[in-house]
């Protein structure tokens, strides 16, 4: 599986823009950047995936860049409930039912403070 | 979306012992996964958990000491084997939706301690 990084660590201000990095120098053509985050003393959730274009949807965007070595999660307005660990995970797709597993890496902690 | 529970939510066990956790989904699902969390750490993927064969095991992850059973799509179990105190984790259950993101959604986990 291609290796994603992250910061280990990450702050905010409540309200502020987050912009949370991630380089994957080593992606494939059918691999999806996926983003997970995971709320203390809870499972991980969705937040956002992508392929190619940049991506927004109620809880997030998703930059990623044109040679798609490297992407960013949007938080536009942080709230305290955002605190959490969030993963970039590439995952391939191959077709079908064809997915690629879910691999986590150790993701960055974001603290918000307000 | 599904809604994922898992019993037991947490237990102290010995060693020695096995504990089997339980996964129910409130969809039939075509996927299921087994994660483990060990303090502090990320997540690892134990095994896939297929409806109707055997589970398919990550490196480093064994049937005799994590057997899986699925008995149908809705339904999956996860025994940890003679357990020693280095299992103490929290056991995660995951299954791939059918939308058109893919996502996967996570159980709330069973957290166990080994004495």
């Known amino acids: 599986d291609a290796k994603t990084t992250q910061p280990n660590s990450m702050e905010s201000n409540e309200e502020e823009p987050v912009h949370l990095p991630c380089n994957h120098s080593t992606i494939s053509g059918t691999d999806y950047i996926h983003w997970y985050r995971q709320l203390p003393s809870q499972g991980p959730e969705y937040v956002i995936h992508g392929l190619t274009s940049n991506v927004n949807n109620r809880m997030a965007s998703l930059a990623i860049a044109e040679d798609r070595k490297s992407s960013t999660l949007i938080l536009h307005r942080a709230t305290l409930r955002d605190a959490a660990v969030y993963y970039c995970?590439?995952?391939?797709?191959?077709?079908?039912?064809?997915?690629?597993?879910?691999?986590f890496g150790q993701g960055t902690i974001l603290t918000v403070h307000p | 979306s599904a809604v994922i529970s898992q019993k037991p939510s947490r237990d102290i066990c010995q060693r020695g012992t096995s504990l089997t956790i339980q996964c129910q989904v409130d969809?039939?699902?075509?996927?299921m996964f087994w994660y483990r969390q060990q303090p502090g750490q990320s997540l690892t993927l134990i095994a896939t958990a297929n409806q109707g064969s055997e589970a398919t095991y990550e490196s480093g992850f064994v049937i005799d000491k994590f057997p899986i059973s699925r008995p149908n799509l809705t339904f999956s179990t996860l025994t940890v084997s003679n357990m020693s105190p280095e299992d103490s984790s929290i056991y995660l259950c995951s299954v791939l939706g059918d939308s058109y993101y893919n996502e996967q959604f996570f159980g709330p986990g069973t957290r166990l301690t080994v004495l």
């Open positions: 969809s039939q699902v075509t996927m």
């Open positions: 995970i590439l995952r391939g797709y191959a077709g079908g039912t064809s997915y690629g597993k879910l691999t």
